[in-house]
């Protein structure tokens, strides 16, 4: 059986990294983002993105910034895959199948 990936990410703000940010974790099979105390409209954007695709993408809902280490801290709590990746929000592809050689590189 293949190995699992969860990716982690500490999100601030910066809505318009949404559509690069879900290609670039397309091919996970869990997404778990902690949201560092976003603004309103991040907020909105954040939950619209996982009611995409809400069975593989859970975000947890920091009320103040508790700074960059931390929310990953957060999140890898979470995490089920047997690789876990942090990636920051800013994150693009260049290749689609990126994760599919990470699975394929990595033992877990």
């Known amino acids: 059986m293949k190995p699992t990936i969860t990716v982690i990410t500490a999100w601030l703000n910066h809505p318009e990294f949404i559509p690069a940010y ?10 778990i983002i902690y949201d560092n105390g976003s603004d309103a409209m991040t907020r909105q954007h954040l939950k619209a993105m996982a009611d995409r695709d809400a069975y593989r993408r ?3 809902w920091g009320d103040t910034n508790i700074g960059f280490g931390d929310a990953n801290n957060a999140a890898l ?3 089920s895959g047997d690789i876990v ?3 920051n929000n800013d994150v ?8 599919d050689m990470v699975r394929r ?3 877990p």
């Open 22 to 31: 879900e290609e670039a974790v397309r091919g996970a099979d869990e997404v």
């Open 58 to 60: 859970r975000i947890i």
């Open 77 to 79: 709590k979470h995490a």
């Open 85 to 87: 990746l942090a990636l």
């Open 92 to 99: 693009k592809t260049f290749d689609p199948n990126w994760l």
């Open 105 to 107: 590189d990595v033992v």
